[in-house]
DNA sequence: CTTTCGACTGTTACCGCTAACATAGCGATC
DNA sequence: GATCGCTATGTTAGCGGTAACAGTCGAAAG
């Protein structure tokens, strides 16, 4: 009787606002803002002029329940803070931009437990497909996976065995290859710079590929480096003046990534050392900063836009679930740059 | 009576599944599931074990509607491939990962257009804040940032009116500063090199309060060289060497990031220039990447981290959306580095 | 004029969970 | 032994939308 008028002034409006203050019923005012054909010009004209004047945003939350959709799809990676995983985020968005899909990033910092927790939360949010970078997870992740009912794909390495689908490059072969290029260069002593590598499955990966092939050279590595956190740059620098001052003889520098490698190249010229006769280098990933150093340094791209597209797009098909995941390689070239002979 | 017996064998599971299989009610398994402590041990037991038995995910959907409330903070910004926000992103995770909130991110390719629709796209989750870069946006987004009912965050910029919060620093006098330690340093020939920037407008209160500077001094820029898109590192490059040759008098380049500023000063070492005797140079954002450098270039760190951890806090801070928004002015140091004389 | 049909709009019943309140035990208190 | 006061659990009624189906109404067809 006496419910007080006005006691809320600005309560969160709902679809009821909308729709006494068009004359329509709630339905009419669903059907209009979300697109849908069926209504007759004029209405949909009231009604969106009723909203907008209102100031009305719907309510996902109620929406997706209701029609057991969600629009978002779960992109789970390591880090945002070297250049690669942008990458890939930029070719996930371009593709998913045209489906009503959106992309909502995780960020796991190269830990297995907090890739379980993100996920978990994620799937919490039913999205309608997730994205991964690796192959590796906990047991427990595997199985929220497999449970989910919804597109897997697992991004970036083929190396193992998808959950569902997979997109990525053979880091092993990546490394074979470039030790290979590197040996048919005519380089000796090779040293390999690179990350800790406890969860860094994919540098892991390409230093065993390289090894293979070294040894299948009756090669080995004369020396080796690693780090963990800090500057890259200023690490590759570090470790780079390590190795040269503890291995002299090294002609060959090897690194788990092209920031790393950048570093090193830089104080490899600042030592004014003849690179890349004294002294070859190379990187992984094809980042663009390389295209400012004064020389260009050796790398293999890791096709980070093109998986990114490929994986939207498996999500982006896939509305049934059922059927096989598919496993899409992919082909990184090798850019000799100026830095191996 | 019939009704198909393990018809839908995967058929999503909700809490009537982990309900049923633990013998209680769903309400004591939602309230288990929730960690609330009004449950006796051996009940919450069966209860967990049913859920993990099961694999059950709670659905977020279904609970942030019945409760009204979301764990969500959207977070926007322009960009993730220059490292400045992604370290603003770390700032804010650091914060909210002790309070149950989760970070959500939005880019907007410094597009207003794209900000008000992410924006858009956000509000429909209900999160419990946003935090956005910069003071400018569309009279649409303004609008339904003041609307939405929750503690609102502008980050990275204080030189203009916030709808709610700010956290940031001044541009203006960031660009001043720069420029009077600059006329200090006895340089009087300067050039500015940076974004085109129609939508970037930090770059560009930075450049105001420069030439502002300048002009108190009597002095103006010599030149001045825009670029948009593409390798930083390489447009630094490009820019410095067209800037030298196009005005050989210049002694002084400003950037107006430490990317370009970097690969401007990589071209005059190359070149062998004087740094800083015949030319100095600075940047700014004080980012990690040049520690790595040969020698160290003159910067302004942007408090990104800090910015990141203090937005954080007052959407934490915040349940109660009433009382005004408060403005957190950061003050960047001056790090003249190896590049000012 | 009645019937039919299609275009448009309304009604009803949930979606899966949680707030708020109700209830059942059960030992302590007087 | 009745009452009180807990603690532990259950019941009820939505949260704000949407799917599915049910009208309504005017024009075309018979």
């Known amino acids: 009787m006496s419910k007080p008028i006005n006691a809320n002034p600005r309560r969160t409006l709902t679809l009821r606002d909308v729709s006494e203050a068009s004359g329509v019923s709630e ?4 059907r209009v803002l979300r697109g849908r054909v069926d209504v007759a010009e004029p209405t949909r004209i ?18 997706a329940l209701a029609s057991q959709r969600v629009n978002l799809v779960g992109v789970i990676i390591p880090s945002l803070s070297n250049m690669v995983f942008p990458e890939v985020l930029t070719g996930v968005s371009e593709i998913l931009d045209n489906t009503g899909l959106q992309p909502v990033v ?6 297995p437990e907090r890739e379980e927790r993100v996920l978990y939360e994620m799937l919490s949010w039913r999205p309608s497909g997730v994205i991964l970078a690796g192959l590796e997870h906990t047991d427990a992740a595997r199985a929220m996976l497999a449970q989910a009912g919804i597109p897997v794909v697992e991004i970036m ?16 072969r990546a490394g074979r290859q470039m030790a290979e290029a590197i040996i048919a ?65 090294v002609d060959f520098l090897y690194y788990s990534n092209d920031m790393i490698g950048a570093g090193g190249l830089l104080y490899c010229l600042h030592k004014g050392l003849d690179v890349p006769g004294r002294v ?17 340094l050796a790398t293999m791209d890791a ?4 998986i990114g ?3 939207a797009e498996i999500i982006a098909g896939k509305r049934a679930v059922e059927g096989q995941g598919e496993v899409i390689e992919l082909f990184p070239t090798l850019q000799t740059g100026d830095t191996i002979r």
Chains 1, 2 share one sequence.
């Open 27 to 30: 339905m009419t005012v669903s």
């Open 46 to 63: 009231r009604v969106r002029e009723a909203a907008r004047a209102l100031g009305y945003v719907p309510n996902k939350i109620a929406g």
């Open 106 to 111: 995780g960020v796991t910092n190269y830990s």
């Open 157 to 172: 390495d083929i190396d193992g065995a998808p959950v569902d689908s997979a997109v990525g490059i053979s880091h092993r």
């Open 185 to 249: 260069a005519g380089y000796r002593n090779i040293a390999f710079l690179g990350t800790m590598m406890p969860d860094d499955h994919r540098a892991r990966k390409r230093l065993e590929g390289f090894e293979e092939a070294l040894s299948k050279a009756g090669l080995a590595l004369v020396d080796r480096e690693f780090y963990s956190g800090g500057s890259a740059l200023l690490k590759g620098r570090e470790m780079t003046e390590a190795v040269l001052t503890r291995s002299p003889k």
């Open 280 to 296: 070859g280098l190379a990187g992984f990933n094809g980042v663009e900063l390389l295209d400012g150093l004064p020389i260009k």
């Open 303 to 306: 096709c980070r836009l093109e």
């Open 309 to 311: 597209r490929r994986a």
